[in-house]
């Protein structure tokens, strides 16, 4: 059964740092394309950052560009996200997602785990 | 980047009818688009991947069809589960991909 579980979100305040990290089991992690996903109160889905079997291509949306960096670590099966500079806006549950390796479709999800940037 | 378009963007419907979600990407994107369905509270579920094909346990009331820039879900006899929201997302351009805005399905 495949599993990601996401930890690391709490109550930070602006300007601060954290780190998300995903967990994952039940399929050949070093096979597939992983993504943050994210979704604010009341709100629709957004994609955060994506990054490639390797490592080889990684992307970000615009509204954490130059914020937020993607790795990997495909000997121990981790997803992190490393948050600087966290804004108010950046409020949301924060979903690990993992990529099917022929078209790419998001066939699994995490739980998310909840950010919350308040003073 | 690639922008998807989903319309429209809330639809009230009742248990039997027939109800279609379309979605149009910014630029050609072949057959690499998803549909997932969410419930309050819970995570999204795949429900159609590579615009038509149906993902495993998925009720066969659900189709999609299209490609390369418009594409249309659809739900044939609307039973009362399906109640939810629906987003469109392109898987072209991986690992940066994009969802539509949603399609938040009521009941009339």
Do not use: H
Request: charged letters at 15%; aromatic letters at 12%; proline letters at 4%.
């Amino acid at each position: 059964e495949v599993q990601l579980v996401e930890s690391g979100g709490g109550l930070v305040q602006p300007g601060r740092s954290l780190r998300l990290s995903c967990a994952a089991s039940g399929f050949t992690f070093a096979d597939c394309a992983l993504f943050w996903v994210r979704q604010a109160p009341g709100k629709g889905l957004e994609w955060v950052s994506g990054i490639t079997w390797n490592g080889g291509m990684i992307g970000y949306a615009d509204s954490v560009k130059g914020r937020f960096t993607i790795s990997r670590d495909n000997a121990k099966n981790l997803l992190y996200l490393q948050m600087s500079s966290l804004r108010v806006e950046d409020t949301a549950l924060y979903y690990c997602a993992k990529a099917g390796t022929s078209w790419y479709e998001i066939d699994n999800w995490g739980q998310g785990t909840l950010v919350t940037v308040s003073s | 980047d690639i922008q998807m378009t989903q319309s429209p963007s809330s639809l009230s419907a009742s248990v039997g009818d027939r109800v279609t979600i379309t979605c149009r990407a910014s630029q050609t994107i072949s057959s690499y688009l998803n549909w997932y369905q969410q419930k309050p509270g819970k995570a999204p579920k795949l429900l159609i991947y590579a615009a038509s094909s149906l993902q495993s346990g998925v009720p066969s009331r659900f189709s999609g069809s299209g490609s390369g820039i418009d594409f249309t879900l659809t739900i044939s006899s609307l039973q009362p589960e399906d109640f939810a929201t629906y987003y469109c997302q392109q898987s072209y351009r991986t690992p940066l991909i994009t969802f539509g805005q949603g399609t938040r399905l009521d009941i009339k």
